[in-house]
C-alpha cells in the first residue's frame, strides 16, 4: 500500500475538502455549455434541444459534484452562463455587426426560453426542498411535558 502525499502550501493542503467550490460549480456550467453549444452550433447551426437537455443535466452534476453549501450557486448560474456562451457563440458566428447580433441573440434566447424555463423550475424547487428539510431536519424537538 502506498502512502499519499498531500502537496501544501503554506502549511495547508491544496485540496481541503470534497467536490466543486463555487467558481468551481460556474467554470463546469460555461465548459459543459460552450462544449455542448459548440458542437450544436457547428451541426445545426444554431442551439436547441442538446444545449437543453445539457442545461439540466448540468445542474444535476453541479449538485452531484458540488461541496456542501454550493445549491444556491448550482440554482443561480445556469441562466447567467447560457446568456455568456450565447453571447460568445453568437459573436463567433455572426461577427460583431450589432442588428445582426443582438437579434442572433435575441432569437437564440427565444430558443432556449422554454429549456431555461424547465431548468429553472426544477433547480428552485430542488433548492427550497432541500432548504427545507434542512430546516426540519436541525430544529429541536419540542417539549410535551
Known sequence: MTKSVDIQV???????????????????????LGIVQGVENFISGQPGR???IALLALFFTATKLGRQGTLFTAVVTPPLAL???????????????????????VSNLARMAP???VTALVSWGYFFIAERRKAISSQQPSNLS
Open 50 to 52: 442538446v444545449t437543453g
Open 83 to 105: 446568456t455568456g456562451t450565447l453571447l460568445i457563440a453568437t459573436i463567433f458566428s455572426k461577427g460583431l455587426a450589432l442588428t445582426s447580433l443582438l437579434v442572433a441573440i
Open 10 to 32: 503554506k502549511g495547508r493542503p491544496i485540496i481541503q475538502g470534497r467536490g466543486l467550490t463555487s467558481p468551481g460549480i460556474v467554470a463546469l456550467y460555461i465548459l459543459g
Open 115 to 117: 429549456w431555461l424555463l
